[in-house]
């Protein structure tokens, strides 16, 4: 399986302050057809899972554009410009050019 | 837009079966070139994709569940289901249906435990 590894595990960030959270994989995500499956999701608490990024840095339907994406092969990135008090909750990569599809361990943002 | 909610029994005895329906709305499971699937998340594993299927009849599962789980689909219910087999406390979850990895539904805890 492709591991996908967060950092950090914990990010207590300021309102008003950018955030960024990393994610790498184990192999380069780029699939055969050319495009790198690459999605990032937001899981408020008691919520399920809500996708923001895919494809890299292609913004989901709703998604605040302070929130972007970033990265290439093995390295990829989530920035939140300015973080507002409803952004709190975990992060994850999730990586869909390979079966099994596997997520990041999570990122939980938290205000200071 | 197309909702999905999950339903089945939120406790189940080890070596029993796990049995989940997913109900989806605002859109036929039969059209578009959409994936279906089951995903869970535990405290242990964190969140673990099961399987997906194609309605064109393609059908993947994870191969650290594969000899336990199956996936099947009632178009004319617009339903699919996940059944797990020889469950054990390791299954222990809230269990996820979702079109695709973009359309999820709000999840249903499963416990596994006598």
């Known amino acids: 399986d492709v591991i996908m590894t967060q950092s950090p595990v914990s990010l207590p960030v300021t309102l008003g302050q950018p955030a960024s959270i990393s994610c790498r994989s184990s192999?380069?995500?780029?699939?055969?057809?050319?495009?790198?499956?690459l999605n990032w999701f937001q899981q408020r608490p008691g919520q399920s899972p809500r996708r923001l990024i895919y494809r890299v840095s292609k913004w989901d339907s709703g998604v605040p554009d302070r929130f972007s994406g970033s990265g290439s092969g093995t390295d990829f990135t989530l920035k939140i410009s300015r973080v507002e008090a409803e952004d709190v909750g975990v992060y994850y990569c999730?990586?869909?050019?390979?079966?099994?599809?596997?997520f990041g361990q999570g990122t939980k943002l938290e205000i200071k | 837009q197309v909702q999905l909610q999950e339903s089945g029994p939120g406790l189940v005895k080890p070596s029993q079966t796990l049995s989940l329906t997913c109900t989806v709305s605002g859109g036929s499971i039969s059209s578009g070139n959409y994936y279906w699937s089951w995903i869970r998340q535990s405290a242990g594993k964190g969140l673990e994709w099961i399987g997906r299927f194609y309605t064109s009849g393609s059908t993947n599962y994870n191969p650290s569940l594969k000899s336990r789980v199956t996936i099947s689909v009632d178009t004319s219910k617009n339903q699919f289901s996940l059944k797990l087999n020889s469950v054990t406390a390791a299954d222990t979850a809230v269990y996820y249906c979702a079109r695709g990895n973009e359309y999820w539904g709000q999840g249903t805890l499963v416990t596994v435990s006598s």
């Open positions: 192999q380069s995500l780029v699939y055969s057809d050319g495009n790198t499956y």
């Open positions: 999730m990586q869909a050019t390979y079966w099994p599809y596997t």
